[in-house]
Antibody, heavy 120, light 110 residues
């Protein structure tokens, strides 16, 4: 069964760095586009970043561009989100999501999320 | 700040029909397909509708989606208590070169 497991979230000080991981099971990560989506406390869902299938082209929301870097390790079937220059407004539950195959850009499988708290 | 606008709340009694609107623009819903997610905060969001009006396997046919121009809609017929959740529309935005979610609608079953 397809499964996504996020890890790496914790309390970090403003300006600090963190690397989130998303381990994929039962499918080949590089064959699918993958994204990170976050939800700040009391707020709605916000797309953060995407990595395309195959070539691995990356896309970022304006709010994180230049600070976050998305990558994958094919041998580990794992997605990574390197987060630098963290700000209080980056505090959120971060979800890893798989884009389903086909024309529609939609996410068919999601992880349970990992919590990032940015505070001094 | 989301580029897809939804009403903040919607409600109905069990068995009623509830409709949620999603207003976008030519660079997102107008050009690309609309999708809908059901979300209970703290849990994994669930894909309800993709490709404007397609239901993934396992999603009840009480949920239906439609699109017209730069707007999309989600309808829930035969409302049930377990439908209480937050609902988000979403689409790829060609101008932003990114995915955008709607502002979200909280559905309450009275």
């Amino acid at each position: 069964e397809v499964h996504l497991l996020e890890s790496g979230g914790r309390l970090v000080q403003p300006g600090g760095s963190l690397r989130l991981s998303c381990s994929a099971s039962d499918f080949t990560l590089s064959s699918y586009a993958m994204s990170w989506v976050r939800q700040a406390p009391g707020k709605g869902l916000e797309w953060v970043s995407a990595l395309s299938a195959g070539s691995g082209t990356t896309f970022y929301a304006h709010s994180v561009k230049g600070r976050f870097t998305l990558s994958r390790d094919i041998s580990k079937n794992t997605l990574f989100l390197q987060m630098n220059g963290l700000r209080a407004e980056d505090t959120a539950l971060y979800y890893c999501a798989r884009r389903q195959l086909g024309r529609s850009y939609s996410f068919d499988f999601w992880g349970q999320g990992t919590l990032v708290t940015v505070s001094s | 700040q989301s580029v897809l606008t939804q009403p903040p709340s919607a409600s109905g009694t069990p068995g009623q029909r509830v409709t949620i609107s999603c207003s976008g623009s030519s660079s997102n819903v107008g050009t690309n397909t609309a999708n809908w997610y059901q979300h209970l905060p703290g849990t994994a969001p669930k894909l309800l509708i993709y490709g404007n009006d397609q239901r993934p396997s396992g999603v009840p046919d009480r949920f239906s989606g439609s699109k017209s121009g730069t707007s999309a809609s989600l309808a829930i017929s035969g409302l049930q208590s377990e439908d209480e959740a937050d609902y988000y529309c979403a689409a790829w935005d060609d101008s932003l070169n990114g995915y955008v979610f709607g502002t979200g609608t909280k559905v309450t079953v009275l």
